[in-house]
């Protein structure tokens, strides 16, 4: 009973953070795309240290937050405490997509040293009514991009509202255990567990964690992401 609960309860919350953003996102919809938010411009970087290229949207690139509140920073700082030593690379793009993260994978992939990808797409596609069976095509896509230059890839899952039919919903949230069955990659299957729905750690739109819960969100990250570290 209190798993149904706290499924429910997190459905919901995305049921209500998707017509908000619904509604927010309007204004930068034109000639069929959405404008992003921010381009990506990718930090300067030391080539001789191990790289941990973060692929995401908004809940990556740290919308409505300082640069240093972002996950990608807190998960440098995290590392280092943890006598890691690995760059993070924050390459999100708020508003971005599966296939704009696909598009931008070979970029993004090409820094040297890269060895582990997190993958945090798809909640835009949801947005947009993507067909599921496209989103995974694309997200494989990225996969098979990072396999190729021997990543280790962690993939982040979502969850989509019942108010978008059974069918899909189903579907959208078997996507991503799917994939990570099939390429064999890890998996955190809701990013924002412990996060959704508390009013006290997402900013005013409802939507997007604030400082203290993109701490959380990291945190959720670094456990998954643990596993596949070296030093």
């Keep these: 009973m209190h798993l ?6 997190i459905l919901g919350f995305i049921a209500a953070a998707l017509a908000a953003a619904g509604c927010s996102r309007a204004a930068s919809f034109s ?3 959405y404008e992003l938010d921010r381009p990506l411009v990718l930090p300067e970087t030391t ?34 405490a943890e006598g890691y030593e690995y760059e993070v690379i924050n390459a999100g793009v708020s508003g971005d997509t599966s296939l704009g993260g696909l598009e931008r994978a070979d970029w993004v992939l090409s820094q040297p040293n890269a060895e582990i990808l997190i993958l945090e797409l798809g909640a835009n596609d949801l947005l947009r009514g993507m067909p599921v069976d496209r989103m995974k095509s694309n997200l494989a896509g990225i996969i098979e991009k990072a396999k190729a230059k021997n990543m280790k890839i962690l993939l982040c899952g979502m969850l989509a509202p019942p108010s978008m039919g059974s069918d899909y919903e189903t579907n959208y949230r078997n996507a991503f255990p799917d994939l990570a069955d099939e390429y064999n990659v890890a998996f955190l299957p809701f990013l924002l567990d412990g996060v959704a729905m508390k009013k006290e750690l997402n900013q005013a739109d ?6 203290e819960g ?4 990291m945190e959720n990250i670094y456990a998954e992401l643990k596993p596949l570290l070296t030093k």
Excluded: C, W
């Excluded at 149904?4 to 309860?9: A, G, L, P, S």
């Excluded at 920073?73 to 590392?79: A, F, G, P, R, V």
């Design 47 to 80: 080539a001789s240290r191990k790289k941990i290229v973060a692929l995401g949207d908004s809940l990556t690139a740290g919308f409505g937050l300082a640069e240093n509140e972002s996950y990608p920073y807190l998960l440098q700082q995290k590392l280092k």
């Design 31 to 33: 000639n069929g795309e």
């Design 206 to 211: 409802g939507i997007h964690p604030n400082a």
């Design 214 to 217: 993109t701490r959380l969100m």
């Design 4 to 9: 149904f609960f706290r499924k429910t309860v």
